[in-house]
């Protein structure tokens, strides 16, 4: 692999135990994959945050790393954390938890990574321009500044990513090729009224590790397609997709002679009831997977207006939405209604096995992949809106 | 017996072969703090890989099994080399951070547990 002046050094240790690491790292990843070049990346995005997923293992290496002198050098910003990193006592996350993941907060900080603890750092001071190069974990993240924004970025391991983000570089394979880049299956969505996260389930089983070009969704918003690409990358391994009309480079794309499939209305209603494991009420609602926008975050705001919650709502969102949140009075609305805005983390990476909960209603087609698995949980899966008008009066 | 490998981290190392025919997820799959196998129904179950010539095909299973690698090390119940038939990126990340000898390109099957192994550059040397 062809090294620049720079990246030797790198390499040598001139600039440290931690940074020399971090490049051998990737040169190893680069041989594995046949990378030929390091490409600059202009920011990076950490995974592998929550105590719940890393354990004690990854604390300890983040604390070491960060003792070794491991610093970024590019802007970093962090994926979601297991708790509420101010309030959660008072959402009862319990204490040995809490104190763990304090710690490995602690190790990203001194990093210097940006501890914007959210899994949409698109909607939160991270907004990468199309064909700049990224090395980003947060599966669905990538997936969006892929194909929402037309950014490179492979799907990062939570050390590659953190590797990158100190030498500022990441090997060139993958999706940072463009002939890596096109689509592989055609999927022609015959439906009208539809959730994009049971589509995006739903296709992501369907196809795995492809490249999927949507034809046939008329109209789509930026949390649409939020919902969608994070959807496929947790039933699938999908992280790159294109919709016709929609999103950028779709119409540079060739697609005759490509594998085509057909979904129904049908088939999307067959997939709901196979999601579905639960038919009692639900222990709690959950929205915010990817965390919400502040658009979707002030929609909830305004259906609740004079209604109250006939179960718990948590919505899961980052603390610059839950800022203007509070400063909109949506949050005041929500919580008079019997919600609640949670920051930081999720459903599916804090601890909510341990926090008494059993059957879990969502709209996300990728926390109804990871809930029964990974939280123990029953799962409820539809609309916002039908969710809300059911356990609401 | 000597077969030429890659190195995926480089370091000369001796003992004895700890074999798996089966790939190993080391996030669940082994204690980090006493370097014992724990996955439930593995081939090693139970066993130590504790200063052994850790021999697999392959990693599976969670990417915190790079961090569970580190902890080995840190504990001080990390085997003394890893040897692969492919190492992915799972392992490969581990064998870095933790700076554990790791050779892979190695035709795995033709060595047992209780083999002398000697990895010399990229050189695998058994029971001679």
């Known amino acids: 692999m062809y090294l620049t002046k720079e990246e030797e050094k790198m390499l040598e240790g001139e600039y440290g135990e931690a940074t020399r690491k971090a490049m051998k790292l990737l040169v190893k990843l680069g041989d594995i994959y046949g990378a030929e070049k390091m490409v600059e990346v202009s920011s990076a995005q950490a995974s592998g945050v929550s105590y719940k997923s890393i354990g004690d293992p990854g604390l300890e290496f983040l604390e070491g790393f960060a003792q070794e002198g491991a610093r970024v050098i590019v802007p970093t910003f962090l994926n979601p954390a297991g708790m509420d990193l101010e309030n959660w006592k008072k959402f009862d996350f319990p204490e040995e938890f809490a104190e763990k993941q304090a710690r490995i907060i602690n190790a990203f900080k001194r990093m210097r990574v940006t501890i914007s603890a959210t899994c949409t750092p698109y909607y939160a001071s991270a907004l990468p321009r199309m064909n700049e190069h990224l090395a980003w974990a947060e599966s669905s993240a990538v997936s969006f500044a892929n194909s929402v924004i037309g950014a490179l970025t492979n799907r990062e391991g939570g050390p590659s990513a953190l590797a990158a983000a100190i030498t500022g570089r990441t090997p060139e394979y993958g999706l940072h090729l463009e002939e890596n880049r096109k689509p592989t299956i055609v999927v022609e969505v015959e439906a009208e009224e539809f959730e994009f996260g049971l589509l995006g389930n739903l296709v992501g089983k369907m196809v795995k590790n492809k490249i999927p070009y949507f034809k046939g969704i008329k109209k789509a918003t930026t949390d649409d397609l939020k919902y969608l690409g994070a959807a496929m990358a947790a039933s699938g391994a999908v992280a790159l997709y294109y919709v016709e009309g929609i999103t950028p480079k779709a119409s540079e794309q060739e697609t005759t002679g490509l594998e085509k499939t057909t979904i129904t209305t049908e088939d999307l209603e067959k997939r709901k009831e196979e999601l579905t494991t639960a038919d009692e009420k639900p222990d709690l609602i959950a929205f915010g997977c990817p965390h919400l926008s502040i658009a979707e975050v002030k929609w909830i705001s305004d259906f609740l207006k004079n209604r109250k919650m006939k179960t718990k709502l948590w919505l899961f969102t980052s603390t610059a939405a839950k800022a203007i949140a509070d400063r909109m009075g949506y949050t005041e609305n929500i919580e008079r209604a019997g919600g609640s805005i949670i920051t930081d983390t999720c459903m599916v990476v804090a601890p909510i096995e341990q926090m008494g909960f059993g059957t879990v209603a969502v709209n996300s087609g990728k926390a109804a992949h990871y809930l029964p698995g990974f939280c123990k949980q029953k799962v409820i899966i539809d609309s916002m809106e039908n969710l809300l008008e059911k356990w609401s009066e | ?128």
């Open chain 2, 1 to 128: 017996m000597r077969m030429k490998g890659r190195i995926i981290n480089e370091g000369n190392a001796e003992g004895e072969a700890v074999v798996s025919r089966e790939p190993i997820g080391f996030y669940g799959g082994i204690d980090a703090k006493t370097g014992i196998v724990i996955e439930k129904g593995h081939e090693l179950e139970g066993k130590s890989v504790k200063d052994k010539i850790l021999v697999f095909p392959r990693g599976k299973g969670s990417t915190v099994g790079s961090y569970v690698i580190y902890g080995l090390k840190k504990n001080g119940v990390a085997p003394k080399a890893i040897i692969n038939e492919e190492t992915e990126t799972i392992v490969a990340t581990g064998v870095i951070l933790a700076n554990i000898p790791c050779i892979d390109g190695i035709d795995v099957s033709k060595i047992k547990t209780g083999d002398k192994i000697k990895i010399e550059g990229d050189e695998v040397i058994v029971n001679e």
